[in-house]
């Protein structure tokens, strides 16, 4: 009996190493101040990208949307983000000046904004994957329908209140993150299995955000 014990003890301390949680991290430090900040829309940028034919990755973007974040430098993995996008502002920058492209997409068969006219996210859970980098889970609800995502956002740092900037206390991030469209009920145009012919499936999100807290005081260091 005492070798299969030895290796049923062995086994289970296996798993439980398999099971461990992973190091913690110290958060990257900054003077900016824990609080309730929002995007500041004059420097945000929220761009998706998709196949074309295989030949490019098509750029568009939406122009009206806000976030809110309750930042805590700390503490990062307590912070939660919400965020709203309005789908008929989406841009393409079609040459065309006969043909709205950007209505064709905001219309019935793409985003159908009149039927659906927000896009939301609210996180649920973020998890620091370095000292300035974290998986950012939420739901997305896109189109009618609530899917999760996991955005990979990097924290670009920020500042205490300064003289200069009317906005207050700022603080910076890049994120990028996948979604497929049709989990969300949009597939017009998907390449068959095989084939390129056609828009990717695959949508890639790419998003550069400033956030501003103008009732923030004082300054706080982080570790």
Do not use: W
Not at 82 to 103: G, Q, R
Not at 151 to 159: D, I, K, S
């Amino acid at each position: 009996m005492a070798p299969m014990m030895a290796l049923l003890v062995g086994m289970a301390g296996a798993a439980l190493a398999q099971e461990a949680p992973p190091p913690a991290f110290t958060p990257a430090p900054t003077q900016a101040p824990a609080g309730r900040y929002t995007l500041d829309l004059s420097h945000g940028r929220l761009i998706f990208r998709v196949s074309h034919l295989g030949f490019s990755n098509y750029t568009a973007l939406f122009t009206d949307f806000a976030a809110e974040l309750d930042f805590d430098p700390t503490n990062p993995e307590a912070m939660v983000l919400t965020a709203t996008v309005d789908p008929a502002s989406i841009e393409t920058h079609f040459p065309d000046p006969e043909f709205d492209f950007n209505a064709y997409l905001a219309g019935p068969d793409f985003l159908d904004a009149a039927a659906f006219p927000e896009i939301t996210f609210t996180s649920t859970r973020i998890r620091m994957t370095a000292p300035d980098k974290a998986a950012v889970t939420g739901d997305l609800t896109l189109h009618g329908i609530t899917r999760p995502i996991t955005l990979r956002a990097t924290f670009n740092g920020g500042y205490a209140p300064q003289s200069f900037d009317p906005g207050g206390a700022r603080i910076g991030f890049s994120a990028v993150g996948t979604l497929f469209r049709s989990d969300f009920g949009i597939d017009m145009g998907i390449p068959a299995p095989g084939t390129t012919l056609g828009v990717s499936d695959a949508v890639e999100i790419v998003i550069e955000a400033e956030f501003i807290n103008p009732d923030a005081s004082g300054g706080q260091v982080g570790p």
